[in-house]
């Protein structure tokens, strides 16, 4: 099966916003539902880790295929916003982007491993994904891109 790097390089986009989708359910979940969802730690572990390992997996992917592009994000002007917004693939963002994920992978596991399954727990995994799906968009902007396109 022969993957064409135009696909690879679209669902890029995936890379930060699953692991914020994934926490952003969490808490909202967490919201409406406190008493249940505090209960239930495996599975939400399990959900928040899932969503960083695919996206550290799928930055090796980028990794390992070389992918040096820079694409304009379509969900950014669906919020009627004129500047594009860019992410950037060269070497080193894809690098970054790797290491990057395999430290939250093991903070993820080491936290699931280590820490009682107390009341703030959901919560502390919620915001540890979340933080860690902005560290990822961090490491794909294009500064130099968006800033000049919201500055021109």
Request: glycine fraction near 2%; charged fraction near 10%; hydrophobic fraction near 55%.
């Given at each position: 099966m022969h993957i064409q790097m135009n696909s690879l390089v679209d669902l890029a986009v995936l890379i930060p916003f699953l692991p914020f989708f994934s926490a952003l359910f969490v808490l909202t979940l967490l919201i409406s539902f406190n008493r249940t969802i505090n209960r239930l730690t495996k599975p939400i572990s399990l959900l928040?880790?899932?969503?960083?390992f695919a996206s550290t997996f799928y930055s090796f992917v980028i990794l390992i295929k070389h992918i040096s592009?820079?694409?304009?994000i379509?969900?950014?002007?669906?919020?009627?916003?004129?500047?594009?917004?860019?992410?950037l693939f060269n070497d080193s963002s894809e690098l970054?982007?790797?290491?990057?994920?395999?430290?939250?992978?093991?903070?993820m596991i080491f936290s699931y491993l280590k820490l009682p399954r107390s009341k703030g727990y959901v919560r502390y995994m919620s915001v540890l994904t979340f933080i860690f799906s902005c560290l990822f968009f961090l490491l794909l902007i294009d500064p130099?891109?968006?800033?000049?396109a919201f500055f021109i």
């Amino acid at each position: 099966m022969h993957i064409q790097m135009n696909s690879l390089v679209d669902l890029a986009v995936l890379i930060p916003f699953l692991p914020f989708f994934s926490a952003l359910f969490v808490l909202t979940l967490l919201i409406s539902f406190n008493r249940t969802i505090n209960r239930l730690t495996k599975p939400i572990s399990l959900l928040l880790i899932s969503s960083i390992f695919a996206s550290t997996f799928y930055s090796f992917v980028i990794l390992i295929k070389h992918i040096s592009a820079r694409i304009s994000i379509p969900l950014w002007n669906f919020f009627q916003f004129d500047n594009p917004l860019y992410f950037l693939f060269n070497d080193s963002s894809e690098l970054l982007l790797s290491i990057s994920g395999l430290i939250a992978l093991i903070i993820m596991i080491f936290s699931y491993l280590k820490l009682p399954r107390s009341k703030g727990y959901v919560r502390y995994m919620s915001v540890l994904t979340f933080i860690f799906s902005c560290l990822f968009f961090l490491l794909l902007i294009d500064p130099i891109s968006t800033l000049t396109a919201f500055f021109i």
